[in-house]
């Protein structure tokens, strides 16, 4: 066993899965797993909130400790479930579970991406005991989107959270935004049904700081704060060990005061975070390079944006492809950017492959556009914010933020997508005139304004585009005005988009065509 291995070894990391972390070429452990991975190994009676970095291992951090728990049982029950807020993450955290659980007996399902009777099937089974039929759970870890949830605890027969010993909320901080709770109302009273805490009959539970003690381990702070639950019935006091749903909440925008989350209930709750409380709010990847741009108006920024990629993708080597992310405002920024890109071709000897990935096309499409950029395909994936929590794609070199982001939490899980797991990355952000105050006032409150760094870019900057530019605005407007003639007006902005996704791909097809005619003609005069 290699000495690295060997440390896996020290942090309560059992032989199997090390080498199921091995076939991953996982060797070695990140600040934040070192960290957690032993405390929720050895700890009980602890709920935990986790504030770490973009691409610091999150998912590892909880993913490991938990399979070990539950590795040994003997009846099979759903025992861990990780709750996230996009399809695309439950995907990706299902096969991140899938690869660790590799020669056991443990099951992972995932849900919210298949058909509603399939995953049924898949979640639970009727047996004939005696003379009676019984359901039985067929899966020990199951990864979802709050929804799909939600409708399995209300529609499938037997399907139950009374067995649930872990429950994992990605993503936490938007998850458990006022808005969005009613779906944990539902859970947790699946889930308390059998943790002898009734919480109809509790509905006056509270929660009340007593005090929070703070103590430093390595790169890491804990801060113990201690929560008593109040229960107004008189005589009716309890102890920590009643409840035995253990709750683990991540974010790396976690918000400080997790006993915000009354209706979680949190037990005894720690709150790790890697930025110690006092300084800066917001810790970044430290290989992370930020920048911003001011364009002086918003037709310029394209032009910003096309010198970005200039200085980004190195026009002599095309070996060195780069992964690009460029994140807009909305579905129809998204959309017309990318059309536009596509008239844009080989400007000033700049070649590049971009496809928009959006909540406008299928679950299916997105993941085919994914691979097709993970294997260099794509070039640069304009993207709207479904891309911006959680998802992990290696290797991401440069995040662009065409549209500055309204908030310092979009802003930090945008340009989280790069500089991951310790690798190097860059962002960039284009900032209107009228924006700039905006900008960096966000930057100055979450204090990062001594972290990034402004780029002078002059209009003589932008000349090799302009040409190029102006001829695909053009183009542009011959798609739109002809859209204009086929589309009746919708008020459902998706709908509209898609219908005009699929007219403007026949009517840029043909375009294509005729300016490749034209170019052939002019070639051959
Ligand atoms: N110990 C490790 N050694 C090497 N790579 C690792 C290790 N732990 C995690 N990774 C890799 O780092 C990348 C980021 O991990 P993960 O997605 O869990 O980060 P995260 O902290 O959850 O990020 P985000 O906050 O954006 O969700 C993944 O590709 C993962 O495979």
Known sequence: MTTEEDSLKNYGIEPWLIKNLHDISISSLFTVQKEIIPFISKTEGHDICVCAP???GKTLSYAIPLVQKIVNRVIRRLKILVVVPTHDLVSQVEKTFKSIIKHTDLVVEYLGIRPFHIEQKLLVRQYQFGDHSKMESLV?????????????INETKGFTLEFLNYLVIDEADRLLRQSFQDWLEILMDSANSNNNMDIENNNNLGTNINNIT???QGNIQIQEINVKLIDSTPGNHLSQSQCKLVKILLSATMTYNPTKISLLQLHAPLFFTTSKIKEIKY??????KESYIISSTSEQRPLVLLNILKNTISTDDSTSKKKIICFTKSLETTHRLNLLLKFIQNVDGLKFVSEEYSSVQSQSERSAL?????????????CSDIMSRGMDIQDIDVVINYNAPPN??????????????????SSYTIVEKQELKHYLFTMKKAERSHSIHKLKWKFEDYKPYEVQYK??????RLIFNKRKTIDEPSNDTSTTIQSSMESDSRLYENL????KKKAKANFNC
């Open 54 to 56: 973009t691409g610091s």
């Open 140 to 152: 020990d870890i199951l990864v979802s989107t709050p929804g799909r949830l939600v409708d399995h």
């Open 214 to 216: 703070v103590k430093e």
């Open 283 to 288: 810790k970044m990847p430290e290989t992370l």
């Open 370 to 382: 994914l691979s097709r950029f993970r294997n260099g395909e794509i070039d640069i994936l304009i």
């Open 408 to 425: 310092i939490t979009l802003y930090v899980h945008r340009v989280g997508r790069t500089a991951r797991a310790g690798k190097d990355g």
């Open 471 to 476: 001829n695909a605005l053009y183009q542009m």
């Open 512 to 515: 294509l065509e005729v300016s």
